[in-house]
């Protein structure tokens, strides 16, 4: 019954959130982070436990004969269970709200890149840079030196011009350190 009444209150949440009436953050999920909850709203998370620990709980109470002593035991273990395959459901749903801090420019600053056009000069040229998370990214890179970048070179990112919208670069030399 504990748990039939949960639900209720969860389902109505949800209408409330998609007919607008409500946020999907409308409740700050501090308090989950000791149970392994954290990564997601904690409206997704308690609504994904009371889900489960009400079927557990349901399945429980048809199994297992009517005695107050099993009643709490079924209770205990509901909850047991709901949290544990919360944990393991809201695993792959943290990466969908995950709001950290929002790339940059500038987070390509110091990175070094591949040159892809046949030059690069002062009012031409373009590379290929990878991001820390493992993406690529062309980009538009200018060089305020004569020195000779072309395609498959290597250079090293310095500067970014917001205004132009390109980085500078500057040419390196990579050695294969596994042959000295």
Do not use: K
């Not at 004969?65 to 047991?80: E, F, Y």
């Not at 970048?149 to 205004?163: K, M, P, Q, R």
């Amino acid at each position: 019954m504990l748990f039939s009444f949960l639900l209720v209150a969860v389902v109505g949440y949800w209408v409330l959130v998609l007919i607008g009436a409500l946020d999907i953050e409308a409740l700050e999920g501090g308090f989950l982070d000791g149970f392994g909850l954290s990564g997601v709203p904690a409206t997704v998370a308690l609504s994904i436990a009371v889900a489960i620990a009400w079927f557990v709980s349901l399945v429980g109470g048809v199994l297992l004969p009517s005695a107050l002593v099993l009643s709490i035991l079924v209770l205990v273990v509901a909850l047991a269970v709901a949290l544990f395959a919360t944990r393991l459901l809201l695993r792959p749903l943290r990466p969908l709200f995950s709001g950290g801090p929002e790339a940059s420019r500038n987070d390509f600053v110091g990175s070094l890149c591949v040159i892809r056009t046949g030059r690069v000069s002062p009012d031409f040229g373009q590379a290929e840079v990878t991001a820390a998370d493992g993406s690529s990214a062309i980009i538009q890179v200018r060089q305020a030196g004569a020195d000779e970048l072309g395609a498959g070179s290597s250079a090293l990112i310095y500067d970014y011009d917001a205004d132009g919208e390109f980085f500078w670069v500057t040419p390196v030399a990579l050695t294969d350190r596994g042959n000295h």
